[in-house]
């Protein structure tokens, strides 16, 4: 079993920064693709970004890439999503996640964090 714990979420002015982390435990994580997804009220949960096991590679939702960068520490167990740029369209409940799996699909993912609120103020 993996426990993912997402922390770093707030609120935060347009154009402003946040970086969220992703903790996880139980077992290594390091041959998991490790991403980030958010859900807006009402909505259905969508592809963040994600990056693979080695972190040679990173890929992006079209509405994030050029403002989100993901990173991880795999001797640490943990990732990182740094956002910058915020708009309040990006104000969602973000969740971390860890897959063997197809990257951008919610249903291929097979641990999850509880999430942690970002809200981005106009």
């Known amino acids: 079993q993996v426990q993912l714990i997402e922390s770093g979420g707030g609120l935060v002015q347009a154009g402003g920064s946040l970086r969220l982390s992703c903790a996880a435990s139980?077992?290594?994580?390091?041959?998991?693709?490790m991403g980030w997804f958010r859900q807006a009220p009402g909505k259905e949960r969508e592809f963040v970004a994600a990056i693979i096991w080695s972190g040679d590679n990173s890929y992006y939702a079209d509405s994030v890439k050029g403002r989100f960068t993901m990173s991880r520490d795999n001797a640490k167990n943990t990732g990182t999503l740094q956002m910058n740029s915020l708009k309040p369209e990006d104000t969602a409940v973000y969740y971390c996640?860890?897959?063997?799996?197809?990257?951008?699909?919610?249903?291929?993912?097979?641990?999850w964090g509880q999430g942690t609120q970002v809200t981005v103020s106009s």
């Open positions: 996640a860890v897959t063997r799996g197809r990257i951008r699909r919610v249903d291929d993912y097979d641990y």
């Open positions: 139980g077992r290594t994580v390091s041959s998991y693709t």
